[in-house]
DNA sequence: ATGGCTTTATGCTAAAGA
C-alpha cells in the first residue's frame, strides 16, 4: 500500500499540482493538510478514481483522505476537547488499516495561548494514541506535525531553538509518541542530516535549502513491520506557485 | 525572522503560517 502526505496550503490554489500529482504517483492513500476553506472539490478526484472524506472550516485548517479504495470515517474531531472546533484531525479506516490524519497546530508565538493550545492537544493526541496501543489494530499516524524532532530535521538548531516547532515541551511530547511504540518511517530509511518536507517561501529558502522536516509518518509496530520505503518528493516544491511543503511517501507490503 | 512570501477573507488591509 502506498501511502502519502501532503500539506498543501490552499486545495482551492494547488489543486492542479495535486492532480497532476496523484496522476504520476496513483497513491492508495493521500492525506493532505491545510485545506484552507469551507469547500472541498470532490468530483475533481472523483475523477481522478479517488474517493474522499474531509473535515474543513472558512479560510484556516482542514484536512482531507482520498483513496481508491472505500473509505470508513471512524471520527473527524480529536477526542477530549469538546470546545475544539479546529478542523485538525480526521481518522479513518482503508483495507484494513486504520488512517490518522493530522494538522498538528503551530504553536507561536510561545508566549501565547496558542502554544498552551499545541501542547494541550498533542496531549490529548497522546491519549487517543496510548488507548489504540491497547487494541492489535494497525494505524499510522501522518500529516503535518509541526514537529522538528531533532536537531539533524533542521538547517540551523539555534535559529530554531525557541519556536514552538523545536521547543523542548513539544519535542518531548513527540518522543512521549515515540515511546508508546511507533516508528518514524522516515529515519527506517534515511540518517542524513538535511532532509527536508517544508521550506519558507521567503528569503530564498528553497533554492538555499534551507527548510525543516515537519511532516512525518508514525507507524504502529506491526505497520513498521511491513514498511518497505520512505522517502520525500521534492519536486513539487520547486514547481510555480508550489505549496511550502512537499509530500512524503510510505510504501507498506501487503 | 524583530518577518524578506503566500493565502484567505469580502478587502482597499489583517491574520496566520513556520
Known amino acids: 500500500m502506498l501511502a502519502a502526505t501532503w500539506n498543501v496550503n490552499s486545495i482551492k490554489a494547488r489543486l492542479d499540482h495535486v492532480?497532476?500529482?496523484?496522476?504520476?504517483?496513483?497513491?492508495?492513500?493521500?492525506?493532505m493538510q491545510e485545506l484552507k476553506g469551507e469547500s472541498f472539490p470532490a468530483d475533481d478526484f472523483s475523477a481522478l478514481g479517488y474517493n474522499n472524506a474531509f473535515v474543513a472550516q472558512k479560510a484556516y485548517n482542514g484536512v482531507a483522505t482520498l483513496s481508491p479504495h472505500p473509505i470508513e470515517i471512524i471520527t473527524d474531531r480529536l477526542p477530549g476537547g469538546d470546545s475544539d472546533e479546529?478542523?485538525?484531525?480526521?481518522?479513518?479506516?482503508?483495507?484494513?488499516?486504520?488512517?490518522?490524519?493530522?494538522?498538528?497546530?503551530?504553536?507561536?508565538?510561545?508566549?501565547s495561548?496558542?502554544?498552551t493550545y499545541k501542547l494541550a492537544w498533542m496531549d490529548r493526541l497522546i491519549a487517543r494514541i496510548?488507548?489504540?496501543?491497547?487494541?492489535?489494530?494497525?494505524?499510522?499516524?501522518?500529516?503535518?506535525?509541526?514537529?522538528?524532532?531533532?536537531d539533524r530535521d533542521c538547517y540551523d538548531p539555534v535559529v530554531w531553538a525557541n519556536d514552538a516547532l523545536f521547543r523542548m515541551e513539544t519535542r518531548r511530547r513527540f518522543r512521549t509518541l515515540i515511546n508508546l511504540g511507533l516508528t518514524d518511517a522516515f529515519r527506517v530509511f534515511n540518517q542524513e542530516a538535511?532532509?527536508?518536507?517544508?521550506w519558507d517561501y521567503q528569503a530564498g529558502a528553497w533554492p538555499r535549502n534551507l527548510g525543516i522536516r515537519i511532516d512525518h509518518f508514525l507507524c504502529s509496530p506491526t505497520l513498521a513491520d511491513r514498511l518497505e520505503s520512505c522517502h520525500i518528493d521534492k519536486e513539487p516544491r520547486a514547481l510555480e506557485k508550489a505549496?511550502?511543503?512537499t509530500p512524503v511517501l510510505a510504501n507498506f507490503s501487503g
Do not use: C
Request: charged share 25%; net charge negative; hydrophobic share 35%.
Open 19 to 31: 492532480k497532476n500529482w496523484i496522476g504520476t504517483n496513483r497513491p492508495e492513500v493521500l492525506m
Open 86 to 111: 479546529q478542523a485538525r484531525y480526521l481518522e479513518t479506516r482503508i483495507q484494513g488499516v486504520r488512517l490518522i490524519n493530522i494538522y498538528l497546530p503551530n504553536g507561536n508565538p510561545v508566549d
Open 113 to 115: 495561548d496558542k502554544f
Open 130 to 150: 496510548t488507548e489504540l496501543r491497547r487494541q492489535a489494530d494497525p494505524f499510522i499516524i501522518a500529516g503535518d506535525f509541526n514537529v522538528i524532532p531533532e
Open 194 to 198: 538535511s532532509q527536508y518536507s517544508f
Open 243 to 245: 505549496s511550502d511543503h
